[in-house]
């Protein structure tokens, strides 16, 4: 791709752009779990990041694509997160979606999976200020402590995560997606990542 398809496309990738091809899948189950069934799982790697303080936490869930991430795939992609967020919150095995729409589908229609993992609530779909996200971001990270996983599930949480973290969130368009009261979810795209940062108050 020349430098000027590039420019092109990361303009058209503004955060209105993104919330608006978003929507529906978000607010609405059943757009998802249809988009869910059908899409084809592309190389994307996991790497989750958690700390906390008291009741007070923070994780990030950051996903890095083989390929770009641009507005024809967009909602995939970011159904595909979902979908490996709630394989790693049950620590399943990486592939565990890589089955037929028929096995998708009892877990999707799992009450359960629904309730906790699945459907987002209170739902917000607005553009963040990337320098107020930073802040808050940042504060959390340096105030809270690292979660020790006895299961090795988290993964290392040096100043060189949280420096890789902030330099994602300055390259990425920034949105809300939700808060329910306790937590904040918001979620970061740029070209080839994706981050999922949830934070508040732990239960």
Partial sequence: ???SSKTERNVM?????VIEKLRDSIENYEVFKELALDIRFRKA???YYSWSQNVL????????FADSINEDNIVETIVQCRLMRMADKEEWKEDFWDVSSDSRLITLNSPVF????????GIRLTPLDTEECLDSVIC???EFSPVEDLFS???DTSADIKDTICDIIRKSQL????YDGLVRMRLSVSEDTVLIIEHGIWD
């Fill in 13 to 17: 990738m503004n955060a209105e752009i």
């Fill in 153 to 155: 599930l988290v993964e």
């Fill in 140 to 142: 959390q990270m340096n």
């Fill in 114 to 121: 629904m309730h906790e993992d699945l459907i987002i609530r």
């Fill in 175 to 178: 949105i809300e997606l939700s």
């Fill in 57 to 64: 936490g923070i994780d990030v869930r950051l996903f890095r």
């Fill in 1 to 3: 791709m020349n430098k």
């Fill in 45 to 47: 790697d996991l790497r």
